[in-house]
């Protein structure tokens, strides 16, 4: 059954349903009153979505398996794992370099 992603004038809805008139009247069925602006299947069974861009904090844990991850894309450079680092997670240099360094003495 597809994925559908409904967004009306207050919501956005994910449901499955065997078509758009199907979605659309799972919408309809919740919320009565609000008009769809848009409705489209997507094109996997799934929706994610990131924690980063709703604003939510991920767990310091995670800081480790992030840096860990980078400097094992990178073989082991610590530039290369810095600038990585950098880029997925948007810390400033000095951020990476700690959070990098510290990783490497704990043998990643």
Not at 28 to 34: F, K, R
Not at 90 to 106: C, F, H, Q
């Amino acid at each position: 059954m597809p994925l559908f992603e409904v967004e009306t004038e207050s919501h956005i809805i994910i449901t499955w349903a065997n078509d758009q008139d199907a979605a659309a009247g799972v919408v309809h069925d919740a919320y009565p009153s609000e008009k769809i602006l848009r409705l489209t299947k997507r094109p996997r069974d799934t929706w994610v979505i990131s924690k980063s861009a709703l604003g939510i904090p991920t767990a310091s844990a995670d800081l480790c398996h992030t840096a860990r991850d980078c400097l094992s894309k990178a073989s082991g450079d610590k530039v290369h794992a810095i600038r990585l680092y950098m880029h997925e997670t948007g810390s400033d240099l000095e951020r990476a370099r700690k959070v990098i360094e510290s990783n490497m003495v704990m043998g990643w």
